[in-house]
């Protein structure tokens, strides 16, 4: 039943249009099946073939290109500013318990509300994550969109679209009811977080402080395509306005959300008493580390739909659910002060000084605020009593406050518009929550950078470490990286606890790094977003500095993996005048700027060329292919596009070889790709 094409003969409109809607409904079978059943029935590469058919397709024939496309979900061009959204029915929040006395008493609200009426109830887990709405029109996602205030929020539905669990259109074969909207939480799961966090540390970005955090912030990016690299997902638990269709239970609504193809609560119980409730919640609190999301309690909800409207809701939230909160270890103590932390990029931290006090075994006298955001959104006040909690069972954070124990002397955080450090403006970029000092001599920064420089993943300096770091600083020998290289013995020995010996080491190790590789130094650098990886990307488009530094956005961004806003970081560093002073000096100091002699053999000679390979070549496995490529400095690519550079057609190729006719891209045999590799 599969649907292989493998050229586009000059098809009749209405014939590609027809052949495009099919390739859409297969391929978004494809993907629920991947990323919603986790029951794949075709392999990547199939896959692919089909995506990129359609693509070729949809490039050939603009007119039929619709934003509800399978090949849509890469995300497309940024948006100024999110539109806003008015929710029909507005989004509300749960009331929160957090002892069995307090469901109890909602239980018995409950009974006494609905005198003499059966009902039973179902526990769900409590996602930590973003609540967000989806609405279907004829079966059709048109509208994604945050909670904001409850009753408006923003429109989001191009990030959501990159979110592969969520169906661009209702499964099912009957006619989907006239408007469906569901509700549900956008969570980044624990293993795509804990990676996104060594990118982000290792290219000098502010890891995310929780999981629900790094959703959040990806769902707030204009730009789509980099939403489409963040690893999220999504769980559907209930819904805004419904027309022509009808639920009675919730069992029965989790149900039919399953059929139209949404990602459930993995696990949930019918409970027909207090007690059933009890005991799920206990099963559910034991078992969190099993679900891939951080959960904060579990969910209990009134099955019957049909006392929802009796019951109706308070200000803030319904009377037919609430939420238990399961307590982790945390204890009360007194915030005295904010400090703030400079990091190496300058990025300010908001720390909290407490009150000395005892938790999990440890007494804590420090924790992390993690951003201005957040000490506004928890309300956080200096000299308030607030709540900590070991958060990832090893940094202490602040997660709220005891509001009743103000006494009105509490003061409001405010972030200074000065370094605390070296007393140069604060700036904070569009779109970021980060607050940054931009002076590059600010000691603080300075210190970090230098660490950075010097640390083994960089240029590697043996001997010199945090502590060494530290005195140069403070003792003004050192205002950044280059100032390294111009140092003598009599500086170094004047430092406290520097022998002639250790002097000497400091100093062999530092002209020893002169000769490190040019990726090293371009991480080094410590320009944001570029880290080790990228680096060495860098290392294999430009031959050196000189051509890097010229390099336009625009030019950058032809490079694989690299998005617009890593290209302008990395363009606008190289136009900021003191880099490019640093840069200098470090030149004349003799550190390595260009690309090691055999680095990319024969002068890399398809350097900066990007390559895809489709079909079966007769003298080379798909591996040695692509080595054959990469080792004289060329990129393989798994799909068509303009950068490519050349196109290898071996024996029955896929639609990649379509797609390159349709693009223009030149298509070469295995002769000629013989021929040029073993040149
Ligand atoms: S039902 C009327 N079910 O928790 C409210 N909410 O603290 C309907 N949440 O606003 C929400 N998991 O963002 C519901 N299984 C679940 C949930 C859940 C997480 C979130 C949701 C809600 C917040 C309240």
């Known amino acids: 039943m599969e649907l292989y094409c493998n050229n586009i003969p000059a098809m009749k409109p209405i014939e590609a249009q027809q052949r495009i809607r099919k390739l859409r409904a297969t391929l978004e079978r494809h993907n629920y099946l991947y990323y919603v059943a986790n029951q794949p029935e075709i392999s990547d590469r199939d896959y692919d073939r089909l995506y990129h058919e359609l693509d070729a397709l949809e490039t050939a024939h603009p007119e039929f290109l619709t934003p509800d496309s399978p090949t849509r979900r890469v995300g497309g061009a940024p948006l100024a500013a999110f539109e806003q959204v008015r929710h029909r029915l507005p989004m509300m929040s749960l009331d929160n318990t957090y002892s069995r006395a307090e ?26 994550g973003v609540a967000i709405a989806l609405r279907y029109e004829h079966g059709r996602l048109v509208t994604g969109s945050t909670r904001g205030d409850g009753a408006v929020g923003d429109n989001i ?10 169906p661009m259109a ?27 966090n060594r990118a982000r540390e290792e290219a000098g970005e502010e890891p995310f402080a929780n999981p629900r955090n790094a959703a959040a912030g990806s769902l707030k990016l204009l730009d789509s395509r980099l939403v489409a690299r963040r690893p999220l997902d999504v ?14 239970t919730h069992a029965r609504l989790l149900a039919a959300l399953k059929a139209f193809g949404f990602k459930i609560p993995g696990k949930f119980w019918t409970c027909r008493s207090m007690d059933e409730v009890l005991a799920a919640l206990e099963e559910l609190k034991n078992t969190r580390q099993s679900f891939p999301f951080e959960m904060d309690g579990g969910v209990i909800k009134v099955n019957e739909r049909a006392f929802y409207e009796k019951l109706g809701a308070t200000a803030k939230s319904p009377r037919w659910a609430v939420a238990f909160k399961y307590e982790s270890e945390r204890a009360e103590t007194r915030l005295n002060a904010i400090t703030l932390q400079v990091g190496r990029t300058g990025v300010l931290t908001p720390v909290a000084e407490l009150e000395p006090v005892a938790l999990a075994g440890s007494t804590i006298n420090r924790a992390t605020l993690h951003n201005a955001d957040e000490v506004n959104r928890k309300d956080i006040r200096i000299g308030d009593h607030v709540y900590i909690e070991k958060a990832g069972e090893v940094i202490p954070a602040v997660v709220g406050v005891n509001t009743s124990a103000r006494n009105g002397h509490e003061r409001i955080f405010h972030m200074p518009d000065k370094c605390p450090i070296c007393g140069e403006p604060v700036t904070q970029q569009e779109g970021e929550v980060a607050f940054r000092c931009e002076n590059l001599q600010c000691p603080a920064q300075l210190k970090r950078w230098l660490r950075h420089f010097a640390a083994r ?18 003792a003004n020998l050192v205002s950044d990286p280059a100032d390294l290289y111009r140092l003598h013995r009599e500086n170094v020995e004047t430092l406290e606890r520097m022998a002639a010996k250790s002097a000497q080491n400091l100093l062999d190790g530092i002209e020893a790094s002169k000769q490190r590789d040019f990726w090293r130094v371009l991480f080094a650098l410590g320009i944001r977003q570029v880290g080790a990886k990228m680096a060495q990307t860098l290392e294999q488009h430009y031959a050196g500095i000189e051509p890097l530094m010229q390099a336009t956005p625009d030019e950058l961004q032809q490079i694989r993996d690299m998005g617009p806003v890593a290209a302008k970081n990395i363009y606008d560093y190289f136009h900021t005048s003191r880099n490019c002073v640093l840069i200098r000096r470090l030149q004349d100091a003799g550190v390595t700027m260009t690309r090691a002699v055999g680095a990319a053999p024969k002068g890399g000679l398809l350097a900066g060329k990007v390559f895809v390979l489709t079909g079966a070549l007769e003298h080379f496995s798909r591996d040695q292919a692509e080595q054959a490529i990469r080792a004289l400095g060329g990129e393989v690519s798994s799909s068509v596009s303009k950068k490519t550079f050349r196109v290898v057609a071996g024996a029955e190729p896929g639609s990649k070889l379509d797609k390159a006719r349709v693009l223009g891209v030149k298509v070469m045999n295995e002769t000629e790709f013989t021929k040029l590799v073993h040149s």
């Not at 469901?103 to 009426?117: A, C, I």
């Not at 539905?157 to 969520?166: D, E, H, K």
């Not at 209702?170 to 996104?196: H, N, Q, S, T, W």
């Not at 306005?241 to 009808?246: A, C, R, T």
Request: no cysteine.
């Open 103 to 128: 469901l109890l008493n909602f239980h018995e609200r409950l009974v006494r509300l609905l005198p003499g009426q059966a009902f039973t109830y179902i526990v769900e887990p409590k996602i930590d």
């Open 457 to 474: 993943g960089a240029m590697d300096i043996e001997g010199l470490g945090e502590a060494l770091v530290d005195q140069l600083v403070d």
């Open 235 to 248: 769980i559907i638990y209930a819904t805004g306005e419904l027309d022509g269709i009808f639920f009675d």
């Open 157 to 166: 539905t191009a990030n959501l679209r990159t979110i592969r669990s969520i």
């Open 170 to 196: 209702l499964r099912g074969e009957g006619k989907p009811p006239a408007v469906l909207e569901v509700r549900g939480e956008v969570y980044m799961p624990r293993d795509g977080f804990m990676a996104i």
